[in-house]
């Protein structure tokens, strides 16, 4: 299905503008494109106590799901923050990912430059977790 990247990571800038990271001060924002033409947004939520801090791509990725979504309406996901190159997933997220998402699923890495990585979580993340 087509997608618009340059749209996507309007979008994930978008959420990233919604972040809350008052320690580490690394804001992060994602975009998913759903089959029926809508983003949903994400953005990372930090806390005092770290771990219970969430991720953009987890709570795109949480919103989507908890919104009756599924990984066959998925058509992109796109994560952007302010760094030198393309933003990477975290290793939790990625394992998040390769349960949520069809493993070939196109994953736009991005920076507040634009500049930009088109991946998918199977080469992210080759060797997940899986039960089945």
Do not use: W
């Not at 990271?21 to 994400?42: C, E, M, N, Q, R």
């Not at 771990?51 to 996901?77: F, H, Q, T, V």
């Amino acid at each position: 299905m087509n997608y618009d990247v340059e749209k996507m990571i309007d979008m994930a800038i978008a959420a990233r503008s919604n972040s809350y990271a008052p320690y580490s001060k690394f804001k992060v924002g994602s975009a998913i494109l759903t089959t029926d033409g809508k983003y949903h947004l994400g953005c990372n939520i930090e806390n005092s106590s770290y771990p219970l801090s969430n991720c953009a791509e987890r709570s795109a990725l949480y919103n989507l799901y908890s919104n009756g979504y599924s990984k066959a309406d998925i058509i992109c996901m796109a994560v952007v923050a302010e760094c030198d190159s393309p933003v990477t997933p975290c290793g939790g997220c990625r394992q998040v990912m390769a349960e949520l998402l069809d493993e070939n699923t196109p994953i736009i890495l991005s920076n507040i430059k634009r500049d930009k990585i088109i991946t998918n979580i199977k080469e992210l993340l080759p060797l997940s977790f899986k039960l089945n």
